[in-house]
């Protein structure tokens, strides 16, 4: 009985971290993967060395950029890159030296005209 309720207790437990991971696999609507952070929702898109942060209100419509500051640091292999982003238009945008391989880990920090900061990581497509 106590196994059971040791059990149970871990899943609810589990199960705000699980409903996090799931968000993680929404797509864009440009077709790059999606996180929420700082209060917005933010797309990346990568082609080739341009790596671009779409930024969408709760209703998927696309914010200006104006105000937000942030920097994408790409990781693949033993190298590590920082790009510093520039707003352009609705979208925080770098270019990396090099094109970005598939599968890299991209961590973006993000600050919003508000002062609200935070992180996200995506794996690039």
Same mark, same amino acid.
């Given at each position: 009985m106590l196994k059971s309720l040791i059990v149970a207790l871990g899943l609810v437990a589990a199960g705000p971290a699980l409903a996090q991971h799931a968000h993680g696999a929404q797509k864009?609507?440009?077709g790059?993967?999606?996180e929420d952070v700082a209060g917005v929702h933010v797309e990346m898109v990568v082609a080739? =060395?341009?790596v671009t942060f779409n930024l969408l209100d =709760?209703?998927?419509?696309?914010?200006g950029a104006a105000g937000f500051t942030g920097s994408a640091m790409v990781a693949a292999g033993t =190298?590590?890159? !920082?790009?510093?982003l520039a707003a352009a238009g609705e979208a925080l945008a770098?270019? /990396? /030296?090099?094109?970005?391989p598939k599968? /890299?880990?991209? !961590?973006?920090?993000?600050? !919003?005209?508000?002062?609200?900061s935070g992180q996200a990581k995506f794996t690039a497509p």
């Open positions: 864009g609507p440009n790059g993967p999606m080739r =060395e341009a =709760e209703a998927g419509k696309p914010l =190298e590590r890159k !920082t790009l510093p770098g270019k /990396a /030296a090099a094109p970005v599968g /890299a880990a991209v !961590t973006l920090l993000i600050k !919003t005209p508000g002062g609200k």
